[in-house]
């Protein structure tokens, strides 16, 4: 069995090259050993994230809270949901995540990452929704009045 961090750096890098090829708006980093991907938003205290879960065999599409405004933000979020949805899709979740200091906002999608062919689709589906997330959010939080 393949290590978890060579794994992830293969998947990363392959989906890195499916970018390349097919062209993004995403501003990507030059590749991963890690079970995430950072792709940025535009503002401090919001990171939006590409993720993978080998053990819940899911890719995810997140938009991280954090910071001493986190709590404010995601509260004037919340507020936007429906709006939020009707650009993003029904699939979005709002969470605190466990410890109460960090908040996001995500979607997932199964996929068994030691099953090589099946990263074309979360490639494709992780690409689709990063660019989404940025396009939708980006604006958003930049206009976000926190103390």
């Known amino acids: 069995m393949e290590s978890a961090p060579h794994l992830y750096q293969d998947f990363w890098d392959r989906f890195l090259a499916f970018c390349r090829d097919r062209g993004t708006t995403l501003r990507l980093p030059h590749g991963s050993r890690r079970k995430?991907?950072?792709?940025?938003?535009?503002?401090?205290?919001?990171?939006?994230?590409l993720d993978t879960n080998r053990k819940l065999s899911l890719v995810e599409c997140v938009l991280w809270i954090d910071g001493r405004t986190a709590q404010e933000a995601f509260s004037q979020l919340r507020l936007r949901e429906d709006q939020i949805k009707q650009e993003l899709g029904k699939g979005i979740f709002f969470e605190k995540s466990p410890g109460g200091r960090a908040f996001k906002i995500l979607e997932k999608k199964p996929c068994k990452l030691a099953i090589r062919n099946e990263w074309g689709a979360a490639h494709e589906w992780l690409k689709e929704r990063g660019e989404a997330y940025v396009a939708v959010f980006a604006p958003i939080v930049r206009r976000l009045k926190l103390d």
């Open 36 to 49: 995430y991907l950072p792709i940025g938003v535009g503002r401090k205290g919001f990171a939006a994230s």
